[in-house]
């Protein structure tokens, strides 16, 4: 029997008890108790292995402190000539010099290590209560995944939180640096390791995982892989990641008790690994890890240019609060005094429709951008540039201006496609639907990998585009092209996209089904409520887009509010043919649904959907169907229909709408 594991795992107190309930006499050689002498243990060996009878158990203990050559070889031999129903077992912190490969392949050896000796959730439990601690369930797992089911951790915290006055407290500071698991792993660890052992696992602390070329990079020096191979045979809380043990991280506890001790040992070169750690991270593609080590060591500068220039990337695969998180990190004196980062964070409120904050940090940037240009900050200048132009302040014209501008300096593809989209949005605004089309169209292509919702931002403009053009089929295919972008990356939830639903619901409502137009205006409308102090060109696209969506829907009380706002929206933007000829055709629509142009005729939302349905040959059941309610529902509202237009039948019903110019007013819709 080999047991394997490191310091804290249990393994004398495992035999001991197993010594406890096996009938079969146990025989004990502690070689840590002994000098290391080579012919002295040999003969100690012997001597045991002499006086033992079958059944006979033969414990050795601490196998991980010989260094005399031939023990091993002696054990070997012990363990083929023991006879039958006597067993050899054999613990230790790191792997022992035996042939194991062998012993397991011929099925000769049974293993625990550190995996089966871990203690379970229960155990864990168990062990507290011993030690009169009751935690709830969430903090019992929060303590399991912190020790990892690590006997001596678990132990080492039940002290800890014994010996203080508030439980949760002590649970929420409990970490590797407790003074209790740091003297453990000094003594029973570090004590026992070489010293450039020691240093290399101080100095790659820094890493949540380790392989040999990244921690050759962090160290600047070769070699790491022949040490992680090293350690790992000894066993000193290192989990490896794969059967191929290339790959490695640190214990939990014993990660964080390292880092402590780095920065205690070391406090000035933490930053420098971390230095490291980053660009190595970048050079593999792994920005996530990139930004993680540049802001944990604190360098605001590497953080801004990492954040600022995957931003977009950010936000449009869905990890908007992974970039806020980041900004978090730094406090508002820092983030307004790096300009890329002031950047990353305008961005990240931009997605959120927190256009006050963008605003704010655009300017903070602005400022510090201010003076004579460099090779270092065009880029930044044009992003800024960019941004101005999205928030369009200073009108359409200038929104223009300003998106032609930066497309013309940028060299980024998410400044380019960004362009595209305002650019193509003020032509657009500006009655230029020739040139609207051109530059959503080269935004919608450069933005399909790296910004999705800019993508389907430009697609749902274009779809714009093909309503006033009355092409309906075209706009119903790219809004829902644009939908299914802004779904499939998980963006359903960012106000940014607002639009993207406003105008999928404005096409299904003249296309159908009806119920998944009146899902996309909840949609819309939710998304829309948490824009604040947003960028006015787009509150008043998404107001008016959402008045015709809900006259296309019937709904004139939904739709007569939107275009009470959509008329104050407009007012800002008075450059805009656009928006006033929505808004002024939304009313024409609205007076004529509701009759107030004619003679007080008044229908409910319900009755228009049905009046839309009547010069059809859809029989009653299939106008049912297709506004997902009862024949019942629909027969009611047809006799509301009749008693309303002075009609007994359903033709007359219809000529008598089609009179009052109900109809043509629900096909404009």
């Not at 230790?92 to 000796?117: I, K, Q």
């Not at 959503?440 to 919702?453: F, I, M, Q, T, Y």
């Not at 506004?627 to 009749?642: E, G, Q, W």
């Not at 008598?656 to 109809?663: I, P, S, V």
């Amino acid at each position: 029997m080999l047991l394997v594991a490191p310091a804290g795992y249990g393994k004398t107190t495992l035999l001991s008890e197993w010594a406890a309930c096996d009938g079969r006499r146990f025989a004990w050689i502690d070689l840590g108790a002994c000098d290391n002498d080579s012919d002295r243990l040999l003969a100690s060996v012997r001597r045991t292995v002499h006086d033992t009878q079958p059944p006979t158990v033969l414990v050795v203990d601490n196998a991980h402190l010989v260094s005399a050559p031939g023990i091993f070889d002696a054990l070997h031999e012990v363990a083929r000539s023991m006879p039958s129903g006597s067993q050899l077992a054999l613990a230790s912190r790191s792997e022992p010099d035996l042939p194991v490969g062998s012993l397991r392949a011929h099925r000769r050896v049974f293993e625990l290590r550190a995996g089966d000796m871990a203690m379970t959730r229960s155990e864990a439990g168990a062990l507290l209560a011993a030690a009169g601690i009751s935690l709830e369930s969430d903090e019992l797992e929060t303590l399991m995944r912190r020790t990892e089911g690590w006997p001596a951790g678990l132990y080492l915290a039940a002290l800890s939180l014994r010996a203080q006055a508030n439980v949760d407290v002590a649970l929420f500071g409990f970490t590797g640096d407790d003074q209790l698991v740091a003297d453990y792993v000094r003594d029973e660890v570090l004590a026992r390791l070489a010293p450039d052992q020691v240093a290399f696992l101080l100095r790659t602390s820094i890493l949540a995982t380790l392989s040999g070329s990244v921690c050759d990079a962090v160290l600047e020096e070769d070699g790491s892989a022949r040490m992680l191979g090293a350690l790992a045979r000894s066993n000193v809380l290192l989990v490896s990641l794969d059967r191929a043990g290339t790959t490695y991280r640190y214990h939990a506890l014993f990660g964080e008790m390292l880092r402590a001790e780095l920065g205690r040992l070391d406090p000035g070169r933490e930053p420098q690994l971390h230095a490291r750690a980053s660009a190595w991270y970048e050079e593999h593609g792994d920005v996530a890890s990139a930004v993680q080590h540049a802001v944990t060591g604190g360098d605001s500068e590497r953080s801004g240019e990492l954040l600022w220039r995957h931003a977009s990337s950010y936000v449009g695969h869905g990890d908007n609060e992974a970039l806020q998180g980041w900004l978090d990190h730094f406090n508002e004196g820092q983030l307004a005094a790096t300009p890329a980062l002031a950047l990353a964070a305008a961005t990240s409120r931009l997605a959120a429709g927190e256009g006050g904050q963008a605003r704010h940090w655009l300017s903070a940037a602005s400022r510090r951008l201010v003076g004579p240009s460099s090779a270092e900050r065009s880029p930044l200048d044009s992003s800024a540039r960019l941004l101005r132009a999205v928030l369009a302040d200073d009108g359409l014209a200038r929104m223009g201006r300003e998106a032609a501008r930066a497309r013309a300096a940028c060299s980024d593809g998410d400044s380019l496609c960004l362009s595209g989209l305002v650019a193509g949005a003020a032509h657009h605004l500006a009655g230029d639907r020739r040139r609207a089309r051109a530059a959503l169209d080269e935004g919608a292509s450069e933005s399909a990998v790296g910004a999705p919702h800019v993508q389907a931002l430009c697609l749902a403009q274009l779809a714009l585009v093909e309503i006033d053009e009355e092409d309906w089929d075209a706009a119903t295919r790219l809004s829902e092209r644009a939908r299914s972008r802004v779904e499939g990356c998980g963006l359903a939830d960012l106000p940014l996209v607002a639009l993207v639903y406003a105008v999928s619901a404005l096409a299904r409502s003249h296309s159908g089904p009806v119920e998944d137009a009146h899902r996309d205006l909840r949609t819309s409308s939710m998304l829309t409520a948490r824009l604040v102090d947003f960028v006015p060109w787009y509150d008043a696209e998404t107001c008016v887009t959402l008045a015709r969506a809900s006259l296309g829907l019937s709904d004139v009380a939904g739709a007569r509010s939107l275009l009470a706002d959509a008329a104050r929206l407009v007012r800002r933007i008075p450059e805009s043919p656009t928006l006033r000829a929505w808004t002024t055709g939304a009313c024409s629509q609205l007076e004529a649904a509701t009759g107030s142009a004619g003679d007080g005729l008044t229908l409910t939302a319900a009755e228009l959907r049905v009046l839309r349905m009547l010069p059809t040959h859809l029989s009653f059941p299939a106008i049912a169907t297709q506004l997902f309610v009862s024949t019942n529902t629909v027969k009611t509202h047809v006799r509301a229909l009749y008693r309303k237009l002075d009609a007994s039948s359903r033709s007359e019903a219809v000529s008598h709408a089609a009179a009052a110019g109900l109809l043509d007013a629900l096909r404009a819709a």
